[in-house]
Nanobody, 134 residues
Framework: QVQLVESGGGLVQPGGSLRLSCAAS?????????IGWFRQAPGKEREGVSC???????YYKDSLKGRFTISRDNAKKMVYLQIDNLKFEDTAVYYC???????????????????????????WGQGTQVTVSS
């Protein structure tokens, strides 16, 4: 069973950049798993940000294209989210997640949903806080 741990969040000024990391453990076949990134701002619903498939195909929320870049390093079992030109509205808790669903004693892995809906993801990290402030 794959476990996900996010890191890399922090306080950053508008216009700055951050690279968030998602470390996967317990996955002997990490290179076959897709991973998504979500965020939830205070008082707002969780929204899908991006997803990267096992083959490296990437998906982004339309409104975030251009400033967000998802990538993966299978050897390190890591997925990254680079955020450039940070804006106040990027302030949120960022989560990485594994598409799929639990069943019985196992997990059924699926690929990236093109609509980045959170209901397609069954395993989540604990989140990392990103705060954009001057």
């Amino acid at each position: 069973q794959v476990q996900l741990v996010e890191s890399g969040g922090g306080l950053v000024q508008p216009g700055g950049s951050l690279r968030l990391s998602c470390a996967a453990s317990g996955a002997a076949t990490f290179e076959y798993h897709s991973i998504g990134w979500f965020r939830q701002a205070p008082g707002k619903e969780r929204e899908g940000v991006s997803c990267i498939s096992y083959s490296g195909s990437t998906y982004y929320k339309d409104s975030l294209k251009g400033r967000f870049t998802i990538s993966r390093d299978n050897a390190k079992k890591m997925v990254y989210l680079q955020i450039d030109n940070l804006k106040f509205e990027d302030t949120a808790v960022y989560y990485c997640a594994l598409p799929g669903t639990y069943y019985g004693g196992g997990y059924y892995y699926t690929g990236c949903p093109v609509d980045l809906q959170g209901r397609a993801f069954g395993s989540w990290g604990q989140g990392t806080q990103v705060t954009v402030s001057s």
